[in-house]
């Protein structure tokens, strides 16, 4: 089998367009390979390792957490990919724990919130970008403690999913005071609640 086959073989196999210095190295191929199909404009390089096929349809959310795999959605971000704000972000918001430092992170216009490690992983799920790739995301829940914990917050944006969320068939008041006691909000969240149920 030639090199080029192997590429091709590779590309074939990926089901998102995306292929990793990793996986070249692991077929036996040497990375200069990759800067071959790059200047004959069959991939692009996305990030550090990270090749995608130029006819793959781009879908930022999965690419960034591909790039930044530490990464969850949060914040507004998370509001809109949970439907529950229509306003497409101008920059997206992801969460790391606090310590991981990537050089290339600052380059990126992602707006960076960090958390000790015991919150990190907390309401973490999985769901279906806009194009249908699996991203992380905080659940309804943590978003909601996490936009009125911070700052930077849209107050319309936070009123109109507050609201929403009280007239939910699946909200999970328990879940929500949960969280709230453990991200430390449990006072502005109670005040939201009060006036809204």
Not at 9 to 36: C, F, N, P, W, Y
Not at 68 to 93: E, F, K, M, N, V
């Amino acid at each position: 089998m030639t090199n080029k086959e192997k590429i091709k073989e590779l590309l074939e196999s990926s089901s998102d367009g995306i292929i990793t210095t990793e996986q070249v190295t692991a077929a036996g191929l040497h990375r200069s390979i990759l800067q071959k199909l790059i200047e004959n404009g069959e991939l692009y390089r996305f990030g550090r390792g990270l090749y995608v096929h130029s006819n793959t349809w781009e879908d930022d959310f999965y690419l960034l957490q591909r790039k930044y795999g530490r990464g969850i959605y949060s914040h507004d971000t998370a509001l809109y990919l949970l439907g529950y704000s229509d306003r497409a972000p101008a920059q997206y918001t992801m969460t790391f724990p606090k310590g991981y430092n990537s050089p290339s992170l600052k380059q990126e216009s992602i707006n960076i919130k960090r958390v000790v490690p015991e919150n990190y992983s907390l309401g973490v799920i999985e769901l279906q970008s806009p194009c249908g790739n699996p991203i992380h995301v905080y659940d309804l829940e943590r978003t909601l403690c996490d936009i009125l914990r911070g700052s930077g917050s849209d107050i319309q944006i936070v009123g109109t999913a507050m609201k929403k969320y009280a007239t939910s068939k699946e909200k999970d008041i328990h879940k929500l005071m949960q969280y709230a006691d453990q991200l430390r909000v449990k006072p502005k969240v109670l005040r939201y609640m009060e006036v809204l149920l």
